[in-house]
């Protein structure tokens, strides 16, 4: 199963972590995964390359498999924006999928 982690600081968006494999198909052709993958990933890219966020920062590592985006807190439009789809396209993820896509939610205050 795919454990996907929201944490927030209060209300805010910070970071997203997601863990594990999904278990839909074999590792190379389970396309669950690959959706949470190249999500994380457009995440990356999008704070870094489009919404040019400084203090973004990200973890990989693909033999646990686990990947981990943290951003500071923003009222940046675009970094909100970018963080609430990512965010959302996750929980529709885990929604469709069920026993395949958990997400959880982490709150700091």
Not at 24 to 48: P, R, Y
Not at 97 to 108: A, C, M
Request: contains cysteine; proline residues 3%; glycine residues 8%.
């Amino acid at each position: 199963m795919v454990e996907v982690t929201l944490r927030y600081n209060g209300k805010i968006l910070t970071g997203i972590e997601a863990r594990g494999h999904s278990g839909f198909a074999e590792k190379g052709n389970d396309v669950v995964c690959a959706a949470v993958s190249a999500l994380m990933q457009a995440l990356i890219f999008g704070l870094s390359e489009i919404a040019k966020t400084n203090g973004a920062d990200y973890h990989i590592n693909d033999r646990l498999p686990i990947m981990r985006v943290t951003w500071p807190e923003s009222e940046n439009m675009n970094v909100s924006l970018l963080t609430k789809t990512i965010s959302e396209s996750l929980k529709i993820i885990a929604r469709d999928n069920p026993g395949h896509v958990k997400i959880y939610s982490e709150v700091k205050n």
